[in-house]
């Protein structure tokens, strides 16, 4: 089974930019949609972005429309999540997901 795994969290200043990184432990993504989500301490998981297979559809959170772009390289079985001019209410745990699997998520913490 695939075990997604996400890198490429941290600190960063508002109006910066981070790039998140969605691999795939113990298999490949295939065929499968590959999503983000997010999760702010108090708050419920929220979609942030997903992306198909072949990369021609890509669906993004209207929060984050124009300013995160998500992309994926099948050879390397990985998925990104560029994230621009960030926000600090786009402080979160960022998790990434394959079918019923989810990962362990990375921290974003965007300070004001």
């Known amino acids: 089974q695939v075990q997604p795994v996400e890198s490429g969290g941290g600190l960063v200043q508002a109006g910066g930019s981070l790039r998140l990184s969605c691999a795939a432990s113990g298999g490949t993504f295939g065929y499968f949609v590959v999503g983000w989500f997010r999760q702010a301490p108090g708050k419920e998981r929220e979609f942030v972005a997903n992306i198909n297979w072949t990369g021609a559809t890509k669906i993004y959170a209207d929060s984050v429309k124009g300013r995160f772009t998500i992309s994926r390289d099948n050879a390397k079985s990985t998925v990104y999540l560029q994230m621009n001019s960030l926000k600090p209410e786009d402080t979160a745990v960022y998790y990434c997901?394959?079918?019923?699997?989810w990962g362990q998520g990375t921290q974003v913490t965007v300070s004001s």
């Open positions: 997901t394959v079918r019923s699997y």
